[in-house]
């Protein structure tokens, strides 16, 4: 079983930044992607960004040019750097993971609040 633990969320003010943090219980390097996804009140969960293998990624529009995946191998762990936060990107944001065989894990979440 695979273990995802998130962490760094917050409240932040408008404009601010945030860095989120997964730290995986295994290798990343098993794993074929690994990203965020976000759940906004009253919405339905979202791709916010993803690490694909051979160091791809890609980003939700909302977010292209503000936010950036990283994964730090040799930590196991995978980044969301997020920076020039808006109140729309209030959200509880979840680690994913996902193998080979497509069987794909979640981290429990972390809670980012932007407000003035």
């Known amino acids: 079983q695979v273990q995802l633990v998130e962490s760094g969320g917050g409240l932040v003010q408008p404009g601010g930044s945030l860095r989120l943090s997964c730290a995986a219980s295994?290798?990343?390097?098993?794993?074929?992607?690994m990203g965020w996804y976000r759940q906004a009140p009253g919405k339905e969960r979202e791709l916010v960004a993803r690490?694909?293998?051979?160091?791809?990624?890609n980003y939700a529009d909302s977010v292209k040019g503000r936010f950036t995946i990283s994964r730090d191998n040799a930590k196991n762990t995978v980044y969301l750097q997020m920076n020039s936060l808006k109140p729309e990107d209030t959200a509880v944001y979840y680690c994913?993971?996902?193998?080979?065989?497509?069987?794909?894990?979640w981290g429990q979440g972390t809670l980012v609040t932007v407000s003035s």
């Open positions: 994913n993971a996902r193998l080979g065989d497509h069987r794909e894990f």
């Open positions: 295994r290798s990343i390097f098993s794993f074929n992607v």
């Open positions: 690490s694909i293998i051979y160091d791809l990624t």
